[in-house]
């Protein structure tokens, strides 16, 4: 089991981002952050005016868009929409519920479960998501489910975004909740742990505390404890 896959899924503000990067940079693998890639259609879609419920403007939009991951020079990744780096303009609050509603309709989920797959083959990988153990990577050599209570997710979410966004705590913890219920109840790929995958509470940890647990999981399953 030297070239494994990893998937991480969780809902937001568990650390996924930090967490998945740190966990394989330690393995010397590559990061997939698989929800950049919804935020990509979803920005696309805004700009063309395309409803997230309208499926046949994204099937239209699909066969015509380009995502492609680069790596950058602090070993990270940058989302490409064709040629223009989007990596930044898709973390906006709107964006984010865009996606959560784009992600649910199953044309769009179609069009990026192949490119999800392809950036798997040769394993040696961490992907990001919220359904990659459970639909994505059903076979994935180890899952895990990172979470947090709420309200410290919704605290760290307002660290990273407040300054950049302007919203207050309680706006941030508003749209958490509504983009938690919405991935949780849509109907398909819902947001939930794989039965298989290891469970982690974030919740008082550190990151290199969460990444060293992570570590101690990985190690087990190689030595097929």
Same mark, same amino acid.
């Given at each position: 089991?030297?070239?494994?896959?990893?998937?991480?899924?969780?809902?937001?503000?568990?650390?996924?981002?930090?967490?998945?990067?740190?966990?394989?940079?330690?393995?010397?693998?590559?990061?997939?952050?698989?929800?950049?890639?919804?935020?990509?259609?979803?920005?696309?879609?805004?700009?063309?005016?395309?409803?997230?419920?309208?499926?046949?403007?994204?099937?239209?939009?699909?066969?015509?868009?380009?995502?492609?991951?680069?790596?950058?020079?602090?070993?990270?990744?940058?989302?490409?929409?064709?040629?223009?780096?989007?990596?930044?303009?898709?973390?906006?609050?709107?964006?984010?519920?865009?996606?959560?509603?784009?992600?649910?309709?199953?044309?769009?989920?179609?069009?990026?479960?192949?490119?999800?797959?392809?950036?798997?083959?040769?394993?040696? !990988?961490?992907?990001?998501? $919220? +359904?990659?153990?459970?639909?994505?990577? @059903?076979? #994935?050599?180890? =899952?895990?489910?990172? *979470? /947090?209570?709420?309200?410290?997710?919704?605290?760290?979410?307002?660290?990273?975004?407040?300054?950049?966004?302007?919203?207050?705590?309680?706006?941030?913890? !508003?749209?958490?909740?509504? $983009? +938690?219920?919405?991935?949780?109840?849509? @109907?398909? #790929?819902?947001? =939930?742990?794989?039965? *298989? /995958?290891?469970?982690?509470?974030?919740?008082?940890?550190?990151?290199?505390?969460?990444?060293?647990?992570?570590?101690?999981?990985?190690?087990?399953?190689? !030595?097929?404890?």
């Amino acid at each position: 089991m030297d070239a494994l896959l990893i998937t991480i899924d969780g809902p937001a503000g568990a650390g996924k981002t930090t967490v998945s990067r740190r966990l394989a940079a330690r393995l010397g693998y590559r990061y997939i952050d698989t929800g950049a890639l919804y935020r990509g259609v979803a920005l696309a879609a805004s700009r063309a005016g395309v409803a997230p419920d309208d499926d046949r403007a994204l099937a239209d939009l699909c066969r015509g868009l380009r995502l492609t991951f680069r790596g950058s020079g602090e070993g990270g990744q940058r989302l490409f929409l064709r040629e223009e780096d989007v990596t930044d303009l898709i973390r906006t609050p709107e964006i984010s519920l865009l996606a959560s509603g784009i992600s649910a309709r199953p044309v769009v989920r179609g069009f990026l479960l192949e490119l999800q797959r392809e950036l798997g083959r040769a394993k040696r !990988a961490v992907f990001e998501g $919220r +359904d990659m153990g459970t639909v994505v990577f @059903p076979g #994935a050599d180890v =899952k895990f489910y990172l *979470d /947090a209570e709420p309200g410290e997710r919704a605290r760290r979410r307002f660290t990273e975004s407040a300054a950049a966004t302007g919203q207050s705590l309680e706006s941030v913890a !508003a749209d958490m909740d509504r $983009r +938690d219920r919405q991935d949780r109840s849509r @109907p398909v #790929a819902p947001l =939930k742990p794989a039965p *298989d /995958a290891i469970r982690v509470d974030s919740t008082g940890l550190s990151i290199d505390g969460v990444v060293d647990c992570m570590l101690a999981h990985i190690a087990a399953r190689r !030595a097929g404890v």
